[in-house]
């Protein structure tokens, strides 16, 4: 019995340095995500963090160098995981499809994102709130949204055969802008009573404007 038991410990694969070191990060980044939220950039302390992670500080140095590259950090992984995808399926089938069925689930998965995800909003609410203090992490988030959805949309204005735009990047920033506008008043700013708009109409006449078409 001893001996069989031996065997399976002995043949139950080993995790790797990467896995671990993988898997620490992951943590480090929740308990930054979470003591960021409780306590705002300012207060919060790689002190806290490690704690919240149930890691060593000196592993949660070993991983991000201060509390402005855990930020950052947690900017990038959240842009990553949120709007990598914001088309949800390959250029190839993006570029083939008509137009009005790609900017609704553009708008759809944006706004998905907002309206289904307290976290992000509540990180959303982080950034613009420290913004003055620390302009460095709002501009962090811009770049890096600059570095995926946006350029991505542009990139689809731009190569897109059913469209021909006289400046891509400006109708891109106008998508977007109405689509965050939204959001902003909508659901950080709780305005849904004082200005009401459904999400459905906001998104077909933003499309009718850019393609002609609903």
């Keep these: ?8 410990k002995q043949s139950k694969p080993k995790r790797t340095d990467r896995q671990l070191s993988s898997e620490k990060t ?13 306590y705002g950039y300012a207060a919060t302390s790689m002190d806290r963090v490690a704690i919240a992670a149930k890691v060593s500080k000196a592993t949660v140095y070993s991983h991000f160098q201060d509390k402005e590259s855990l930020f950052v950090g947690l900017i990038q992984r959240l842009v990553e995981q ?3 995808s914001i088309f949800g399926a390959s250029e190839a089938q993006v570029l083939q499809a008509a137009p009005q069925i790609v900017l609704r689930e553009f ?15 509540n990180f959303m609410r982080l950034i613009l709130g420290e913004s ?14 600059e570095q995926t959805a946006f350029r991505k ?3 689809y204005f731009t190569n897109c055969p059913h469209l021909k735009l006289s400046d891509p ?28 708009m459904e999400r459905d109409r906001l998104i077909t006449n933003l499309i009718e404007l850019i393609t002609g078409q609903p």
């Design 132 to 145: 003055a203090r620390f302009p460095q992490l709002a501009r962090a988030f811009v770049s890096n949204i």
């Design 169 to 196: 990047e400006a109708t891109a920033r106008i998508f977007v802008g109405a689509i965050v506008h939204f959001l902003i008043v909508q659901e950080m700013l709780h305005g849904k009573d004082i200005v009401p």
């Design 107 to 121: 708008a759809n998965r944006a706004l998905d994102i907002g309206v289904n995800e307290p976290q992000f909003l």
């Design 153 to 155: 949309l542009c990139q």
């Design 82 to 84: 949120k709007f990598q």
């Design 1 to 8: 019995m001893d001996s069989k038991y031996d065997t399976m």
């Design 26 to 38: 992951e943590a480090i980044l929740e308990g930054g995500m979470q003591e960021f939220l409780t």
